[in-house]
């Protein structure tokens, strides 16, 4: 689907990064900006400032996309801004943490539908548009450690982002070989919220648990969106690539490293 099978230049091409304004999400539409691409971002409220570089900036839809319609929306106006659309960076999702035991059902519905039907909506409006154009495109869905190996308080969030692996390689079998469908499992990563999530000196101490010894910088997770969008991996279809540093060191191995004080 690239001019320049060799290369990561976007030059020409359009994509759309959901949960584009801020956080990894904005990560993500900086690169695409970066290697040429024309790009859409969208969120549940206007952010303050865009996605921008070297003097690009992203444009904006305010959408929510647990609703169908409201998917179908944004590509429609993605597709009619750009004149088509060749990525889709499936990255809007999340959720605080919650007890299984007492979680409402309200809860465990707006947390599916976020990270299970929004990206399942918005790659469905996607294919009608990239299935008619000669080089088809490519749709990356941005999954989690959490589909291979589930958290305390994360029940609903760990099903959905599990039903988010299956939804990719079932519409890799489906909508190829002119649209490619792919995911990517991503582990902790060093975003703005990260001393929140991962404890003091934003996760030090969780770094440790890393084989790669750090936590994932977005860019890591960014460069990897653009190589799985452009021509230099047209054959990879239905792929979960990690995006986690080797994953985590096991608990018992860690504690014969480092031993509690008696």
Same mark, same amino acid.
């Given at each position: 689907?690239?001019?320049?099978?060799?290369?990561?230049?976007?030059?020409?091409?359009?994509?759309?990064?959901?949960?584009? +304004?801020?956080?990894?999400?904005?990560?993500?539409?900086?690169?695409?900006?970066?290697?040429?691409?024309?790009?859409?971002?969208?969120?549940?409220?206007?952010?303050?400032?865009?996605?921008?570089?070297?003097?690009?900036?992203? $444009?904006?839809?305010?959408?929510?996309?647990?609703?169908?319609?409201? $998917?179908?929306?944004?590509? *429609?106006?993605? *597709?009619?801004?750009?004149?088509?659309?060749?990525?889709?960076?499936?990255?809007?999702?999340?959720?605080?943490?919650?007890?299984? /035991?007492?979680?409402?059902?309200?809860?465990? =519905?707006?947390?599916?539908?976020?990270?299970?039907?929004?990206?399942?909506?918005?790659?469905?409006? %996607?294919?009608?548009?990239?299935? =008619?154009?000669?080089?088809?495109?490519?749709?990356?869905?941005?999954?989690?450690?959490?589909?291979? +190996?589930?958290?305390?308080?994360?029940? $609903?969030?760990?099903?959905?982002? %599990?039903?988010?692996?299956? #939804?990719?390689?079932? #519409?890799?079998?489906?909508?190829?070989?002119?649209? @490619?469908?792919?995911?990517? +499992? $991503?582990?902790?990563?060093?975003?703005?919220?990260?001393?929140?999530?991962?404890?003091?000196?934003?996760?030090?101490?969780?770094?440790?648990?890393?084989?790669?010894?750090?936590?994932?910088?977005?860019?890591?997770?960014?460069?990897?969106?653009?190589? #799985?969008?452009?021509?230099?991996?047209?054959?990879?279809?239905?792929?979960?690539?990690?995006?986690?540093?080797?994953?985590?060191?096991? /608990?018992?191995?860690?504690?014969? @490293?480092?031993?509690?004080?008696?």
């Amino acid at each position: 689907m690239d001019d320049h099978p060799h290369t990561m230049d976007f030059t020409g091409r359009a994509v759309l990064v959901t949960g584009g +304004t801020r956080g990894l999400g904005s990560v993500i539409a900086r690169a695409f900006l970066a290697s040429g691409a024309d790009v859409m971002v969208c969120g549940r409220g206007t952010p303050t400032a865009l996605p921008s570089t070297g003097g690009r900036e992203a $444009a904006f839809r305010a959408a929510d996309l647990r609703d169908p319609a409201a $998917a179908a929306d944004l590509v *429609a106006a993605t *597709a009619e801004r750009f004149g088509r659309l060749d990525v889709l960076v499936n990255n809007a999702g999340g959720s605080p943490d919650a007890d299984a /035991a007492t979680v409402s059902p309200r809860f465990v =519905e707006k947390v599916v539908a976020l990270n299970l039907l929004a990206p399942f909506y918005t790659a469905q409006a %996607a294919n009608l548009v990239m299935r =008619e154009q000669p080089d088809g495109g490519s749709v990356i869905n941005i999954g989690s450690v959490s589909a291979h +190996t589930p958290q305390p308080g994360t029940a $609903a969030y760990s099903a959905a982002k %599990a039903g988010l692996l299956g #939804l990719t390689r079932a #519409l890799a079998l489906e909508w190829a070989p002119r649209v @490619r469908v792919n995911h990517i +499992t $991503a582990g902790l990563i060093r975003t703005e919220n990260a001393t929140a999530l991962y404890g003091e000196g934003d996760g030090a101490a969780v770094a440790d648990l890393v084989p790669m010894g750090r936590l994932a910088e977005p860019d890591d997770v960014a460069r990897t969106c653009l190589w #799985l969008a452009c021509g230099l991996s047209s054959y990879v279809n239905g792929a979960d690539l990690a995006v986690h540093g080797g994953g985590e060191i096991p /608990a018992r191995y860690a504690a014969v @490293r480092h031993p509690s004080p008696l």
